[in-house]
């Protein structure tokens, strides 16, 4: 499958996911602020995505730095840090990336700033491959909850285009199939952004998956008619207790899948979950153009002047939610106590 993002002479090489999937293009950011942007615009998306090119955006604040002295290399990082963090909220792993390169910078302060610097590329790099092992060991343990002939839907994309590696959900279905289960998949086309239709569907058809692209408003239905056997998405933040932040329209889907006694998994790393967060509803939630939901490829579908509310996530109550799925295996409720001790 083609790689989200990769790190090129001193430089985030950015798979335009904004063109697919009918061109493959990259683009390569000058710039921190630049690395911002593509964040900002959707050209890299996907909570571990966008933490793994947050990272390199500090390393590049740093390599770019004219300071003279490791607190003065501080003052720009915290700079860099605020512009980065503000582009996309609702994921954490893009705050928790951003956090984690200062706290490698506090504990390099003495060396020198050569040395630091190369210490900050170095750990975007290692992030970059540890979210690639924590997708294959999410992979395994959520293969494991999918069984031969299921059906299951799942929504927006969480495969390999939103991470570093194979996937979250997406990664959890491909590691299915590659064990030998004949299972095929009902891919949301996800309005208005379109990453079912756009890229669930495109790397599905890479890894040779059956799957039929729906309409967000059709799980009822195909669920009603016993058509689908479980649910299965990624996450963008989790609180400590298990409420979970996804893409706009996961929460009708849990509560869908309640009624209609199907499971409904959340596959994510640890590092999506917010153990500051108790309640789902202090998420915040991004609130997106309403150009977004007016138009499709760039054609208005609406009357001149009409307005649109636009929010790119929704929270899920942790009761709707069967099991997380996690690099440290599944946790099942409560998830407070469940998570918390993956972490300890
Ligand atoms: O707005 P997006 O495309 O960044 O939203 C992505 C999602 O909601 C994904 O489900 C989530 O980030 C998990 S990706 C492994």
Redesign the pocket.
Known sequence: MLSSIEWNKGKPKILD?LLLPHKTAYVVSANYKETGEAIRS?KI??????GVAAAFAMAQAASASKAKSAAALERDLLKAAAFLKAT?P??V?LAWAVDHMLGVLKKMVYAKLPRIVQGLTEAALELKEEDARQ?AAIGRAGAELIRDGDRVLT?????AL??AGI?????AITTAWDSGKKISVWVDE?RP?L?GAR?TAFELAHAKIPHSLITDSTAALLMSKKMVDLVI????RITARGDV????G?YGLAILAKEHGIPFYV???LS?VDFAMKDGSEIPI?E?PATEVLNVNGKPIAPAGTKALHY??DVTPHRYISAIITESGVFRAPFENSMKSAII
């Open positions: 996911q959707m998306r996907g909570a571990p995505a966008i996309r609702t994921a792993n997708c929504h927006c994309n969480t495969g939103a991470t996937g979250t959900a997406l990664g996800t952004y990453q890229l998405v990624g996450a963008d932040a996804n893409k706009i996961t596959a994510a790393p999506s991004e997106r790119g996530f």
